[in-house]
């Protein structure tokens, strides 16, 4: 029994890990210090552990060659101009990373205002399973990157109904939409491949939350 439940808090330390690490790059552009990391020894024990898992494997090797073939400072600063383009700068080219924009769009067809109703409704919904928005973020508890940081705490302190609940809530509801959209205005294509991980792993941790 000791053994059993050593085990699925190794699991569960992974896939908070990885649910971390989809929250950094979601979160903000991809910097110096974090690219050398990905590109070094930590990146390939990252990937070669993800390539292990065969619903993953092509994704995560695409991702882990984009990011080696990034090798000068320009590259980087491309890159960082395609989240900037993708997920900060308004325009009908910008891809909203917050779940209100998808979830409760106006009857203008416009996205919610910042901060609005989901940004609360999630906000309270945190709080009663004990956690609160981190305020070194200052952006609204909808935003992917948040949705991101809280799902993997529940992965180590919440349950598997806690776990199921928030995913189909918080993350699968907007999924789809949200990979659609960085696939129509993706230039570089990184972003692209980032969200075909992204719903692949959701798809996979989804049933490895439904067959535990």
């Not at 790059?25 to 210090?33: D, M, T, Y």
């Not at 910042?114 to 609160?132: D, R, S, Y």
Request: with cysteine; aromatic share 12%.
């Amino acid at each position: 029994m000791v053994e059993v439940a050593a085990l699925e808090q190794q699991q569960n330390n992974a896939r908070a890990m990885i649910y971390r690490w989809l929250s950094s790059l979601f979160s903000r552009e991809i910097e110096s210090q974090s690219l050398a990391l990905l590109q070094g020894e930590e990146g390939e024990l990252l990937f070669r552990q993800l390539s292990f898992q065969p619903e993953l494997r092509d994704t995560s090797l695409a991702l882990q060659d984009r990011l080696k073939g990034i090798l000068t400072e320009e590259q980087r600063l491309h890159l960082a101009a395609d989240y900037c383009g993708l997920f900060i700068v308004a325009g009908k080219f910008c891809v909203s990373p917050y779940a209100g924009a998808y979830l409760q769009r106006l009857d203008s067809g416009e996205d919610p205002p910042l901060f609005g109703p989901m940004h609360q409704h999630i906000v309270v919904n945190l709080k009663t399973m004990g956690f609160e928005v981190d305020k070194s973020f200052p952006e609204p508890a909808d935003h992917i990157g948040v949705l991101l940081a809280y799902m993997a705490e529940l992965c180590q302190q919440g349950s598997g109904a806690q776990q199921q609940q928030f995913m189909t809530d918080y993350l699968l509801s907007w999924q789809d939409d949200f990979s659609t959209q960085i696939e129509r205005f993706d230039q570089g294509g990184f972003y692209v491949c980032l969200a075909k991980f992204y719903g692949l792993w959701l798809q996979l941790d989804k049933q490895w939350l439904r067959d535990g």
